[in-house]
């Protein structure tokens, strides 16, 4: 931890007092998360099925209409433009077999998530967390086309890499935005400092809670690895989506290139998603 050694000026028995307060406190601060609510277990439940070659339709549809919210919001999803169905969708069924498991996951996930952030919504740092983590999913999609990976899962990656800062603006509320007030440097160490433990660290700690599988939770916990989530993490903060709020103007980019097509594709998919969810600037999901 950062800040547990002795501090210039004191007395060594005064240093020990201080590292065992500080341990103390980034204890209770890590129990905190721990008693964070759990995440849709029928999200995790659909995550871990993904890549099953026998999974039936019915299977999944019966999964889902465990929860009803989650049932709701698929249909009210599946029926947007976001989705783009060519047909009205009026069953869990029919739009797991029309959209597939796969998508059908993603849609489920954010709706979980942004479920799981409820009581945060209302905060102004919130929208800009969202907006990365949202822009970030979908610039991973960008890059999982063009190397013929899963879509769905690349999006997956890009919805939960950041869970643990997400996690820790729930736990911590306006102590976790004040860190954001100071700009973006030394900001992990800052979070290390202000409550004994980072954001990484934190993100490791919800994956376990919430039984992510390890392939979906591998960019949470590690800070961008796979590198799929990396890139698209970089992609989404150099087009106005990053977790700090963009200069205004945002820098001028060559027209054309990959960097210019990802933020006007961002630009246009963020809103119809935003929209779809429920969420324009700091409106409740």
């Not at 911590?172 to 030394?186: I, P, T, V």
Request: with cysteine; glycine share 10%; proline share 6%.
């Amino acid at each position: 931890m950062v800040g547990l050694g002795t501090t210039s000026g004191r007395s060594p028995a005064s240093g020990a007092g201080s590292s065992a307060s500080k341990r103390k406190n980034g204890s209770g601060m890590a129990k905190s998360i721990s008693q964070l609510p759990a995440f849709s277990p029928v999200a995790v439940r659909l995550m871990t099925m993904l890549g099953q070659e026998d999974l039936r339709y019915r299977e999944v549809a019966e999964i889902l209409q465990v929860d009803a919210a989650l049932t709701t919001g698929l249909l009210r999803l599946a029926n947007t433009a976001m989705v783009g169905s060519r047909y009205p969708v009026s069953s869990v069924m029919q739009a797991v077999a029309l959209l597939g498991v796969e998508r059908v996951s993603a849609l489920v996930a954010t709706l979980s998530l942004g479920s799981f952030l409820g009581p945060v919504t209302k905060m102004p740092v919130f929208a800009q967390f969202w907006r990365h983590n949202l822009a970030t999913a979908l610039a991973a999609t960008v890059y999982a086309q063009k190397l013929n990976m899963d879509t769905d899962q690349a999006y997956l990656h890009g919805l939960l890499h950041d869970i643990g800062r997400l996690g820790m603006l729930m736990a911590f509320r306006d102590q976790y935005a004040a860190l954001y007030s100071n700009g973006a440097e030394d900001l992990v160490s800052r979070e290390r400092e202000r409550f004994g433990f980072d954001h990484v660290q934190a993100g490791g700690w919800l994956a376990i809670l919430w039984n992510l599988p390890p392939a979906i939770a591998e960019p949470s916990v590690t800070d961008g690895s796979p590198l799929l989530a990396e890139f698209a993490c970089n992609a989404a903060t150099t087009a106005g989506y990053g977790i700090l709020p963009p200069p205004d103007p945002l820098p001028e980019l060559e027209p054309g290139s990959p960097e210019s097509n990802i933020r006007e594709f961002l630009n246009e998919r963020v809103t119809l998603y935003e929209k779809a969810y429920g969420l324009t600037g700091n409106a409740a999901l």
